[in-house]
């Protein structure tokens, strides 16, 4: 009879912590070591439509870049589309919830080795629809690995709250991985967190710096997230923004500014910003084009043989309707993820994971 397959659970204290960062380089990794590796997000609240079916983004992300051959529908039995909550309190349905987890896990562990269980933001998250992460990773009987973000006594203090809330529903934490440490801070918070982790009897099993370009989003997922038109130079939708810039100076003073990846987010009035943003984007070689894209706020069209302009060049250009501090600051909050055709991405992730985080230590936990 073939054993259970181990199962790793992967919460974090807060969202964008690195749960799929951590997911995606800890299956490359452990493809190497065990022959059938599953993966399961139980509950997703970013989904796609696939075939139509809602899916969570993850879970397609694992699927093309991995390589996992189980169904979609397995791997993200739940999508928390919007008015779930609402309809969940006006009527409860928890068990038919667990039924479907259940099954789906049931069919995704079917001869794996190891299973990767992603969750979603804290322990704490889905416990208005009696599903929080701690108790689907009870359901499913597994020990989890919490992700923090960088720091000493912020990480520290939101590990053990967590860990709280899991030890109630019987979780027992394997360790814990501190990401997104800066590099000028990485040899003293890699210290003193292990230091002070190890006097809460909790082993940390790896940390991570940060890794701007896997917070940088592109022009492409700009628009897609933002709900912001492209004008011109779709072609180049994948240009990665490294930095903002708003359009509120004068052109030469921005040149100042500008550095590999910049953005510029200017009225579509301000057509001296518009041609200082096009000339350093041709000035440059098209592979290093130092200004990633142009957005257009307030709505407004820039004369036409300004507009011919830039769609001659190939630069990026999106129009907004909403005025410049509002999208610059939705550029900002967004929140930024892996895509399956992001591959510079994936793989800075994989290499960042089998680099900082102890795969070995962490298996002898599990089992």
């Keep these: 009879m073939r054993k259970k397959p181990s199962r790793i659970f992967i919460a ?21 070591r065990y022959e059938n590796v599953g993966f399961i997000k139980p509950i997703g609240q970013r989904y796609l439509i696939e075939n139509g ?14 390589n996992i051959k189980d169904d979609l529908q397995d791997m993200s039995p739940i999508a928390v589309e919007r008015g779930f909550t609402e309809k969940y309190i006006k009527r409860p349905r928890k068990t038919g919830l667990v039924k479907i987890i259940k099954n789906a896990f049931n069919n995704v562990s079917k001869s794996k080795d190891v299973v990767i269980i992603e969750g979603t933001g804290h322990a704490g998250v889905g416990s208005c629809f009696d599903l929080s ?18 720091g000493i006594g912020k990480p520290i203090d939101e590990i053990l709250l967590n860990m709280a809330l899991f030890e109630k529903q019987n979780v027992k934490i394997a360790g814990v991985v501190i ?13 003193l967190v292990r230091k002070g982790l190890k006097r809460k009897g909790i082993d940390v099993l790896g940390v991570m710096p940060y890794q701007k370009l896997l917070s940088a989003p592109t022009v492409g997922e700009i628009s897609e997230e933002l709900g912001i038109d492209f004008m011109h130079g779709r072609m180049n939708a994948h240009n990665i923004v490294n930095k903002v810039l708003i359009g509120a100076m004068e052109p030469h003073e921005a040149w100042n500014y500008v550095e590999e990846g910049s953005l510029i987010i200017t009225p ?24 990633a894209g142009i957005v257009l706020t307030g709505d407004i069209m820039p004369h036409k043989h300004i507009n011919a302009l830039m769609e001659r060049s190939g630069i990026p250009v999106l129009i907004a309707k909403k005025d410049t501090y509002t999208v610059t600051s939705d550029v900002h909050d967004m929140a930024v993820k892996i895509k399956p055709s992001d591959a510079a991405k994936a793989e800075t992730a994989i ?9 070995d230590l962490l298996m002898k936990k599990m089992a």
Excluded: F, W
């Excluded at 974090?12 to 190497?32: C, E, F, H, Y």
């Design 12 to 32: 974090a204290t807060r969202q964008n912590d690195g749960k799929t960062t951590v997911s995606l380089g800890l299956i490359a990794a452990l493809q190497k």
């Design 133 to 150: 992460n701690a108790m689907v990773a009870n359901l499913l009987d597994s020990k989890v690995l919490l992700i923090a973000s960088g």
């Design 268 to 291: 579509g009035d301000r057509e001296d910003m518009i041609l200082m943003a096009m000339s350093s984007y041709l000035l440059q070689p098209r592979s290093t084009a130092r200004i």
């Design 351 to 359: 290499k960042l994971v089998e680099k900082h985080i102890d795969i």
């Design 53 to 66: 079916l809602k899916v969570d983004e993850d879970a397609i992300l694992i699927e093309r870049l991995c």
């Design 179 to 191: 990401n997104k440490v800066k590099d000028e801070k990485y040899n003293k918070v890699n210290n």
